[in-house]
């Protein structure tokens, strides 16, 4: 005759599995106290910040962000191998979450949509090589652009295509490049920004509008709003009414 033993086991006396994966590092870096390349760099990114957040103004399902860590691995992480676009979108997010810099697994595994790197000499290279094949293969990010705040003809952009990777983006006739993510183009504009006169990366709309900064949209309100008093103080005018005349 055979017995059969049952051998109930607890919290306390069950084997605890050989392997776990391992947990995601929470002392994470975000400053590597290293500044952009130039002050046309810091402006050239907030630029692209800063009208993407006018434009959309009345939407909370989007982060922007530009010259912060992006964590993607364990690995990278503990490595220190830092990657920090200088201009990034992510869509359909909170985008009223703070946020000292973008840690995929914490963003239920979302990446960059669209990313954007400002060359300079000593990063061409890298943004046009290793950040381009990262961007591609790791991050899936299906717009990615890069632009010279001081050589501005070295312009290119990409998009992924169906077997996920990346294309060369065509120019309009007036050089831009379509980002289909954003519904934006991209392209040049030529003034002054904070002080500073150059060749700036610029977002304009499907019908070829530019797309303002904070400052531009406040001052295009004001013009507009002197240009309607102006045509109603011509036509009381036209009527025989003293526009200027203190009523009693």
Known sequence: ???ELTVETSPETAVAPEWEPPMPPTDLIFDDGEPLESNRHRIAMNVLIRSLQQAWSQRNDFFTGGNMFVYYSSDQAMNRDF?????????DVDGTKERQGWVVWLEGGRYPDVIVELLSPSTARIDKVTKKDLYQRTFRTPDYFVFDPFEPKAFQGWCLDGSRRYQPLMPNERGWLWCETL???????EGTIDREAAVWL???DGEGN???LPEEAERQKAEQAELKAARLAEKLRAMGI?????SE
């Open 83 to 91: 990657r920090g676009p200088d201009f990034f979108a992510v869509l």
């Open 183 to 189: 519904g934006f183009w991209l392209g040049t504009w």
């Open 210 to 212: 530019l797309v303002l």
């Open 202 to 204: 610029r977002f304009y």
């Open 1 to 3: 005759m055979s017995v």
């Open 242 to 246: 003293d526009p200027d005349a203190e």
